[in-house]
T-cell receptor
């Protein structure tokens, strides 16, 4: 069974601080996605990474896919209250539409 | 254009009753997914449709859960004889490509 563990589970920080969220598995994934979900809404896709070692940047967010394609990280620079939400990673297998979602990291950025 | 819509947004039911949850995907999206999310946790995969076929039903928790999709569009998730542990947010997503799912706002189900 493929599992994706995220850490930390909860994170509360002050505006302007940096943070990193981790997504780990013992399984290899063909692709890895990161989503942000706000209360009362569905998750919204932030990025998809497909190559081991790949790094993608989205404004203040930096996403990295591990060399072995078993793990990923999300780094936020100078966090803002608007970054508050539930961050979810999701791993996809080759030749399939199915994604396995991680356990989630709930981030709260205080003004 | 319109996104994925789900109805109802909230459903409160009594234990033992049947419920139907509806998902209207983005027009033209061939793939449709159902997930369950308990109290702000990660998403639990339930079922995946490609067109009207469900090649992967592996996530359905029990035979009380069923889903269908008609005309390659609307999907209905049915839960029979609901139990309190069925209480959760049920999310639907649709996709036209392998790497992009668009989620609806979810249906919050509360079983009393």
């Amino acid at each position: 069974t493929q599992l994706l563990e995220q850490s930390p589970q909860f994170l509360s920080i002050q505006e302007g601080e940096n943070l990193t969220v981790y997504c780990n598995s013992s399984s290899v994934f063909s692709s890895l996605q990161w989503y942000r979900q706000e209360p009362g809404e569905g998750p919204v896709l932030l990025v998809t990474v497909v190559t081991g070692g790949e790094v993608k940047k989205l404004k203040r967010l930096t996403f990295q896919f591990g060399d072995a394609r078993k793990d990923s990280s999300l780094h936020i620079t100078a966090a803002q209250p608007g970054d508050t939400g539930l961050y979810l990673c999701a791993g996809g297998g080759s030749g399939t539409y199915k994604y396995i979602f991680g356990t989630g990291t709930r981030l709260k950025v205080l003004a | 254009g319109a996104g994925v819509s789900q109805s109802p947004s909230n459903k409160v039911t009594e234990k033992g009753k049947d419920v139907e949850l509806r998902c209207d995907p983005i027009s033209g999206h061939t793939a449709l997914y159902w997930y369950r999310q308990s109290l702000g946790q990660g998403l639990e995969f339930l079922i995946y449709f490609q067109g009207n076929s469900a090649p992967d039903k592996s996530g359905l928790p029990s035979d009380r859960f069923s889903a269908e999709r008609t005309g390659g569009s609307v999907s209905t998730l049915t839960i029979q004889r609901t139990q309190q542990e069925d209480s959760a947010v049920y999310l639907c997503a649709s996709s036209s490509t392998w790497n992009t799912q668009y989620f609806g706002p979810g249906t919050r189900l509360t079983v009393l």
